[in-house]
């Protein structure tokens, strides 16, 4: 037992200090921290808060990168800035490319969805989290990045990662358990960042505005969706935590509806982050949400 545990504290332990891991979103600090444990410090550009949609860099972020390890982002379809801010950095591009010891890691293949068709950036849905058999996916992803900066902590990571992947498929399975024998198979979202859970999970999204919670829908496009909360009967309209909940305001009150929290989880709330409320915790909050707007036994 003694010599297992001096071999297993040597194994946390990384030789020269942690590796420094910089991340766009919440996903994926949560994702590099579960899996790096105590050999990675993780530092988020977005902070809590901030309208991840509307984020751009300032030289401190460009600095940060530059000193990191591994540079990790999701998508350009969600940080446009991300490329030319690792390459102002001295950092290079591409998938796992390396320059000046600085790996820049792109989590989703560009231009292709999940089904395999190729789409451009505007078109392709990033918020890949929201299904867990996808951040299960991203999580592999980072492992591999996480044992190539740092080769002596390749067990702990791969350790790690068993760990959370068998908790995201346990998460996977409650969430499937809670979404059946549904009375609708609509939810009205204030925008349309809830596909990949959606076709995970067997309902449509029908959104108030697109994939960016910014774009403007025009009025005809808004008495179409009031006409089909008639329709349907949805009694529910659902408005993500920090975007602008005015126009679900409006519309839930043309409607006579009420307002639920779903989260697109880019970002948390400041209170949220306070909280300790984590990936997992506001995953299995936005099923108890969808059970409720889907009307689920």
């Given amino acids: 037992m003694i010599v297992f545990t001096a071999c297993t504290k040597a194994l946390d332990d990384p030789v020269g200090g942690k590796i420094t891991v910089v991340t766009t979103t919440y996903p994926l600090t949560f994702m590099a921290q579960r899996i790096g444990g105590d050999r990675v410090s993780v530092i988020q550009l977005i ?8 984020f751009e860099p300032v030289p401190s972020d460009i600095r940060t990168i530059a000193s990191a390890d ?62 867990p058999l996808r951040a299960q996916k991203q999580a592999e992803r980072i492992t591999a990045a996480l044992v190539t900066a740092d080769p002596d902590g390749a067990l702990v990571f791969v350790r790690n990662s068993d760990g959370f992947e068998a908790e995201l498929r346990g998460l996977d399975e409650q969430i499937a358990r809670q979404l059946t024998n549904c009375a609708l198979d ?24 697109g994939l960016s919670p910014e774009f403007e829908s025009g009025p005809s496009h808004i008495a179409s969706v009031i006409r089909r909360i008639d329709e349907l009967g949805i009694r529910h309209i659902l408005q993500e935590p920090i975007a602008s909940g005015r126009l679900a305001e409006t519309v ?18 400041v209170e949220e982050a306070k909280a300790g409320e984590d990936y997992i915790s506001i995953m299995q909050a936005n099923s108890e949400t969808l059970a409720i707007a889907l009307q689920c036994s």
Avoid: C
């Avoid at 902070?47 to 509307?54: F, N, R, T, W, Y």
């Fill in 186 to 209: 609509t939810a009205v979202v204030s925008h349309l960042a809830y596909g990949h859970m959606a076709e995970r999970y067997g309902f449509n999204q029908l959104g108030l505005a």
């Fill in 252 to 269: 839930a009150a043309e409607a006579g509806v009420d307002i639920l929290a779903l989260h697109p989880l880019a970002v948390r709330t």
């Fill in 47 to 54: 902070k809590p808060g901030v309208e991840a949609h509307d």
């Fill in 70 to 131: 591994i540079f990790f982002y999701n998508h350009p379809a969600f940080e446009g800035w991300a490329l030319a801010a690792a390459s102002a950095s001295g950092s290079g591009s591409g998938d796992t490319g390396r320059a000046n010891a600085i790996q820049t890691v792109i989590l989703e293949s560009e231009g292709e969805d999940h089904g395999g068709q190729e789409l451009s950036d505007a078109d392709f849905d990033p918020h890949v989290w929201l299904n």
